[in-house]
């Protein structure tokens, strides 16, 4: 499956783009709105692509970025909805936007693109609305855990610098964490070394 394509980008007509690999290659996709946006004829890009495998045809969709693209691979999993409505929707709607719309049940957002009609909608709906949320909650948790991650490291680091052992640094850090009320690297470092 081809999943990147990087190349000078020959020919862009409506969504269909052209890019002229290294290799000698040129590949037509049908890209997003937001993709073709980033492109200019005779500029080098890079693609992030969808193959479409058919009995009849390969297909290649591209995207302005792998959001894009994953919220495409979920539409997928809607019964009635191939690739070209997903790409359509994607094209009409940005990710985060249609994450949002999805995730709030707000059918109206999606019934306002081209082609895709209130049955369609609402299937979209029902179908990923609980999916799109667990994601947007495990999203959350995720960038949480790194902020705390990212906020103890910097203040062992500190402490570290300041002459103090790795292993001390990292028991008065969560002591302070454990004791005190602290949000910020600076108020984190001198909470821990009243433990030091």
């Known amino acids: ?7 000078t980008i020959e020919e862009i007509t409506n969504r269909h783009v052209t890019i002229m690999t290294s290799s000698g290659v040129g590949y037509e996709m049908l890209c997003s709105a937001a993709c073709v946006a980033q492109l200019q004829v005779g500029e080098k890009a890079r693609i992030t692509v969808f193959t479409e495998v058919r009995e009849d045809a390969i297909n290649l969709f591209g995207f302005s970025d792998q959001l894009e693209k ?8 809607v019964q009635g909805v191939g690739p070209k409505t997903a790409a359509e929707v994607i094209s009409n709607v940005s990710a985060r936007m249609l994450l949002g719309a999805i995730a709030d049940g707000n059918v109206e957002a999606l019934r306002r693109v081209k082609g895709v009609g209130p049955k369609t909608a609402q299937r979209v709906i029902l179908d990923l609305q609980e999916k799109v949320q667990k994601l947007s909650l495990e999203s959350r948790d995720l960038h949480a855990q790194n902020a705390q991650y990212s906020l103890n490291d910097e203040a062992i680091a500190a402490l570290q610098s ?21 949000s910020e690297t600076a108020a984190l470092v001198r909470a821990a070394l009243r433990y030091m």
């Open 1 to 7: 499956m081809i999943a990147l394509l990087e190349g």
């Open 162 to 182: 300041l002459g103090f052992q790795r292993k001390d640094a990292e028991q008065a850090v969560q002591k302070a964490l454990k004791n005190d009320n602290v």
């Open 70 to 77: 994953q919220v495409f691979s979920l539409l997928l999993n």
